[in-house]
T-cell receptor, first 113, second 114 residues
Framework: GDSVTQMEGPVTLSEEAFLTINCTYTATGYPSLFWYVQYPGEGLQLLLK?????DKGSNKGFEATYRKETTSFHLEKGSVQVSDSAVYFC????????????FGKGTLLTVNP | EPEVTQTPSHQVTQMGQEVILRCVPI?????FYWYRQILGQKVEFLVS????????KSEIFDDQFSVERPDGSNFTLKIRSTKLEDSAMYFC????????????FGPGTRLTVL
C-alpha cells in the first residue's frame, strides 16, 4: 500500500539556519504530495502541495519539489524563524486511493532565537 | 476565514463506554474525513464520507466505529465500546467538491480511555 517516510526529529535549529526535512514515498499511480504543519494547540494546516512530477510547491518561504525519479518531496526553507517551530507532516493522496491522505510520522522542529 | 471545528477538545471515558466526537466541517465542503493519531505514531486515515455514505474506510474502522451527518452542519464519529487502544487524538477534516483536493483539518479531540 501507499506509505510516506519522513525524517524523524526532533530537529533543533538556530534562527536564520537552513532547514531540510526529508520525505520519501511509495505509491501506486500518480499521487499528489503535501506538507502539513501543526502549530502547538492547533490543527493540521496545509503548508504546500504539488500535484505532478517536477511541480514545486511553495508558501511562507518553504519549498518542496515533487521528484518522481527519487520518489521524494523534501521540505526546505532558507532561513527559519522562531515562529516556524511546529510539527511538519509529509503526506500523499491518490496513489491507490482517491480519498485518503497517507501521512508520515511528523517531524518536530524547534527554532531557537 | 472558515475553519473546521471539533468538540470537545479533550474527552476522558471509561473503557467500554460509548463516545461521540463532533465536528463542524466548512460549510460548502462536500467530503468529510476522520483521522487519528496515537501518541508518537503516524496520523492514520479512518474513514471518508460523501453524499451521506462512507466512501472509503480503513482496517481500523471496524464495527465499533460509525459516522453520521445528522444535520446540515455536524459530522460525528461514534465509538460504541471504547478500548484502551482507542486513546488518541482524533482529527476531522473536510474538502471541497473535487477528489484529491486540499483537506482542511480541525484542531482535534484528544480521547483518553481509562
Amino acid at each position: 500500500g501507499d506509505s510516506v517516510t519522513q525524517m524523524e526529529g526532533p530537529v533543533t535549529l538556530s534562527e536564520e539556519a537552513f532547514l531540510t526535512i526529508n520525505c520519501t514515498y511509495t505509491a501506486t499511480g500518480y499521487p499528489s504530495l503535501f506538507w502539513y504543519v501543526q502549530y502547538p494547540g492547533e490543527g493540521l494546516q496545509l503548508l504546500l502541495k504539488a500535484t505532478k512530477a517536477d511541480d514545486k510547491g511553495s508558501n511562507k518561504g518553504f519549498e518542496a519539489t515533487y521528484r518522481k525519479e527519487t520518489t521524494s518531496f523534501h521540505l526546505e526553507k532558507g532561513s527559519v524563524q522562531v515562529s516556524d517551530s511546529a510539527v511538519y507532516f509529509c503526506a500523499l493522496a491518490g496513489g491507490g486511493s482517491n480519498y485518503k491522505l497517507t501521512f508520515g510520522k511528523g517531524t518536530l522542529l524547534t527554532v531557537n532565537p | 476565514e472558515p475553519e473546521v471545528t471539533q468538540t470537545p477538545s479533550h474527552q476522558v471515558t471509561q473503557m467500554g463506554q460509548e463516545v461521540i466526537l463532533r465536528c463542524v466541517p466548512i460549510s460548502n465542503h462536500l467530503y468529510f474525513y476522520w483521522y487519528r493519531q496515537i501518541l508518537g505514531q503516524k496520523v492514520e486515515f479512518l474513514v471518508s464520507f460523501y453524499n451521506n455514505e462512507i466512501s472509503e474506510k480503513s482496517e481500523i474502522f471496524d464495527d465499533q466505529f460509525s459516522v453520521e451527518r445528522p444535520d446540515g452542519s455536524n459530522f460525528t464519529l461514534k465509538i460504541r465500546s471504547t478500548k484502551l487502544e482507542d486513546s488518541a487524538m482524533y482529527f476531522c477534516a473536510s474538502s471541497p467538491s473535487s477528489l484529491l483536493d486540499t483537506q482542511y483539518f480541525g484542531p482535534g479531540t484528544r480521547l483518553t480511555v481509562l
